[in-house]
């Protein structure tokens, strides 16, 4: 064999074994995270849209604790030298607050976040299902198709600081340590004076919340032996698996495409081995509405780079500007889409609650 055949073959070895690499490390962690995610019935729409409806505040404390243990763990590795944090999201202010709020709209509408409607597809919920095909359509749609010059209007005002990705730390000229120990402070006093106890069947907060964080920190560190410098996400990994799917290119599929494989397959036991797997379908309206609401969460997602993982749960503790005004209007967008779908009820709630204080 010749020497060009040779390093042919080479290549190609080592691509197989790049993909094997991926594979598994993807898949070890994504079902490591869909168990979790459907043990503690982990999902942000029910986190803000329950801050409303409910006064619930069980996986708002999950939530926080999350990203607590990623805000010092994260750090701490990145300080040892074992990956970089040049996946800072860029802090295009305009996309951030439009695609984080149409993100926002779209989960109220689907009934679930983008984790929330991939782990509970792998319960059998079919509106689940389908709002994350829809999700692959409103992708599309913006990254390639009819919406992309707003995707490219909207990001065209980018905002740095010193030339570097725009963080909270940077804007107040503090260390990122120092907002580090503030927010694990006062945000660890909260949580220790709250009272324990899961959501609906699932986990304790405490043990959701420490165990998603746990994850979504170890994530670093076994995606950047594949080459991959951020944490878990959900909108990066839909994108390139479609983006396999309708190319057939390999190259396009990362760790995180496995990772999002994983935690299907994760939930699935998690909810085969507690009883709680069943096929269930919605009437034909609701499913029309998931598929609206999957659609508007991927052209939101798309706008702002990321979705209520990759912005609420991974970037937010690196001080991302970008994924703190996402994540906000995300909030926002969510609390609107309840105010369309169930009126003034939630709102009139919160006056009785005022009243009644």
Same mark, same amino acid.
């Given at each position: 064999m010749s020497s060009a055949g040779c390093r042919a073959v080479d290549t190609e070895v080592a691509s197989g074994a790049a993909i094997l690499r991926m594979m598994g490390l993807g898949l070890i962690v994504g079902a490591a995270f869909g168990y979790a995610l459907q043990r503690g019935r982990f999902c942000m729409n029910s986190t803000f849209r329950d801050l409303l409806l409910a006064r619930d505040l069980t996986l708002l404390r999950a939530y926080l604790l999350a990203v607590l243990v990623q805000m010092?763990?994260?750090?701490? *590795?990145?300080?040892?030298?074992?990956?970089?944090?040049?996946?800072?999201?860029?802090?295009?202010?305009m996309a951030t607050l439009f695609g984080g709020f149409v993100f926002g709209l779209g989960m109220a509408f689907s009934g679930g976040c983008a984790s929330g409607s991939t782990y509970r597809s792998g319960e059998g919920m079919v509106g689940s299902i389908i709002a994350l095909l829809g999700f692959?359509?409103? *992708?599309?749609?913006?990254?390639?198709?009819? $919406?992309?010059?707003?995707?490219? /209007?909207?990001?065209?005002?980018? =905002?740095?600081?010193?030339?570097?990705?725009a963080t909270l730390d940077r804007l107040l000229g503090v260390s990122p340590w120092m907002l580090a120990a503030i927010f694990v402070a006062l945000g660890g006093w909260w949580l220790l004076k709250s009272?324990?106890?899961?959501?609906?069947?699932?986990?304790?907060?405490?043990?959701?919340?420490?165990? =998603?964080?746990? =994850?979504?920190? /170890?994530a670093w560190p076994i995606s950047a032996l594949t080459g991959r410098e951020y944490g878990l996400s959900i909108t990066e990994p839909i994108r390139t698996i479609s983006g396999f799917l309708f190319t057939g290119e390999i190259d396009r599929l990362t760790w995180g495409s496995f990772m999002w494989v994983g935690l299907i397959a994760g939930a699935h036991v998690a909810a085969r081995s507690h009883g709680e797997f069943a096929w269930r379908a919605p009437g034909a309206r609701r499913l029309l509405q998931a598929l609206g609401g999957g $659609?508007? *969460?991927g052209v939101g997602a798309? =706008?702002?780079?990321?979705?209520?993982?990759?912005?609420?749960?991974?970037?937010?503790?690196?001080?991302?500007?970008?994924?703190?005004t996402a994540t906000v209007s995300v909030i926002l967008g969510v609390w609107t889409g309840v105010y369309f779908l169930f009126?003034?009820?939630a709102f009139e709630r919160r006056v009785q609650s005022v009243q009644r204080a």
């Open positions: 010092v763990g994260v750090r701490s *590795m990145a300080a040892f030298g074992l990956f970089g944090l040049g996946g800072i999201a860029p802090f295009f202010w692959v359509f409103g *992708m599309i749609m913006t990254n390639d198709g009819v $919406l992309e010059p707003v995707q490219a /209007a909207l990001r065209s005002w980018v =905002i740095e600081i010193n030339g570097q990705p009272p324990s106890g899961g959501y609906e069947r699932g986990w304790g907060w405490g043990r959701s919340g420490l165990a =998603i964080g746990l =994850i979504a920190t /170890a $659609l508007l *969460m798309a =706008i702002a780079g990321g979705c209520n993982i990759g912005h609420g749960l991974t970037g937010i503790p690196l001080f991302g500007l970008g994924s703190i009126g003034g009820v």
